[in-house]
């Protein structure tokens, strides 16, 4: 595996989505042949999961369900497009991955971590990300950034303010108990200014220099596969 692996994480309205895309922009502009992709989605059948998942009536769905369903999108998606992207030298840049099932239905629905960790070793074959951010902001600000936000709420924006502590407190909790390979930026502040904070944890930690393990793909080819998202 010659590629970089990053996963961004973080509760509701942190701007995960725009770090993702501005840092796979800068990643792009140093060089870098860059894949920007998300969970759930990612894939044709994750992004169909994706739509059970998180559709209006999606309230019915119980948490061993959602744990599944989110581990079936995140199977196909490690088969079919990170490890290929990791194994051509790749930098992988992946909105949520394994730390949101850890933090959602682990911290936020109450299941426990040892069934969630056994359901992730199967769904990933055990590849994990070589860096994670956690974009981390205090629970009452990125709700009332996401509610007043032009994205549409789903159920999960709506669960309460309760689910949402025990969300970004089982965030902080797995950073304790294992700091190896995580980061954690301050997402409080204009998006450029996070952005800023980002880059710069990354370009730290990013251990290749820009083209040096890419394949023999040429830069519109690079350049399509960020605007797929
Ligand atoms: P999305 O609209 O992408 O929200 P966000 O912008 O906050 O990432 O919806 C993804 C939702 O799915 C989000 O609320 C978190 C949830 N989720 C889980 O509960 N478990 C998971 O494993 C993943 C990948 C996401």
Not at 140 to 145: E, F, I, Q, T
Not at 179 to 194: M, R, Y
């Amino acid at each position: 595996m010659t590629g970089f692996f990053i996963a961004l994480e973080g509760s509701e309205g942190a701007g995960k989505s725009t770090q993702a895309r501005l840092l796979a922009e800068w990643l792009e502009a140093a060089g870098h042949s860059v894949l920007l992709t998300r969970e759930p989605g990612g894939t044709d059948v994750g992004e169909q999961v994706r739509h059970v998942l998180l559709a209006p009536g999606a309230y019915a769905i119980l948490p061993e369900t959602e744990t599944l369903l989110y581990a079936a999108a995140r199977a196909q998606h490690v088969r079919e497009v990170l490890l290929p992207a990791l194994a051509a030298g790749w930098v992988v840049v992946c909105d949520r991955y394994v730390d949101s099932t850890l933090a959602y239905q682990g911290g936020g629905r109450g299941l426990p971590l040892t069934a969630l960790l056994q359901v992730q070793e199967f769904a990933t074959g055990g590849l994990l990300p070589d860096l994670r951010l956690l974009l981390d902001l205090p629970v009452n600000v990125g709700l009332a950034r996401r509610l007043a936000g032009p994205d549409a709420v789903n159920h999960l924006d709506r669960a309460g303010v309760a689910f949402h502590e025990r969300v970004r407190s089982a965030y902080l909790d797995l950073i304790a108990a294992d700091p190896a390979g995580w980061a954690v930026v301050d997402a409080d502040g204009p998006p450029e200014v996070v952005g800023k904070r980002v880059v710069e944890v990354v370009a730290e930690r990013l251990p290749m220099s820009p083209r040096a393990d890419s394949d023999g793909l040429t830069r519109d080819d690079r350049a399509t596969v960020v605007e797929t998202r």
